[in-house]
C-alpha cells in the first residue's frame, strides 16, 4: 500500500512539473479589420501630405518676402 501512495503523489507532482505543450494557434485575419487599417493610412497619408504642401509653400512665401 505503500508504493500505490508514492505513485500517486509521483503522478499530482509530475503534473505540474511537465512543461507546457505550446498549441499551434491559427492565425485569422478579420478582413474588416484590415481594410479599416488601409483606411486610416490612406487618411493619414493624405493629412501627411497636407500638411507638408501647407507648410512648404508657407515656407516659399516667407523666403519670397524676405528677399524681395
Not at 505503500?2 to 503534473?15: F, P, Q, S, Y
Not at 512648404?56 to 524676405?66: H, K
Amino acid at each position: 500500500m505503500k508504493n500505490a501512495g508514492l505513485n500517486i503523489k509521483e503522478k499530482l507532482v509530475a503534473k505540474y512539473l511537465e512543461e507546457d505543450s505550446v498549441k499551434p494557434q491559427t492565425k485569422s485575419s478579420d478582413i474588416n479589420v484590415l481594410l479599416n487599417r488601409i483606411e486610416l493610412n490612406k487618411k493619414n497619408e493624405s493629412r501627411k501630405k497636407l500638411y507638408f504642401s501647407a507648410a512648404a509653400s508657407t515656407g516659399l512665401i516667407l523666403f519670397g518676402l524676405i528677399i524681395f
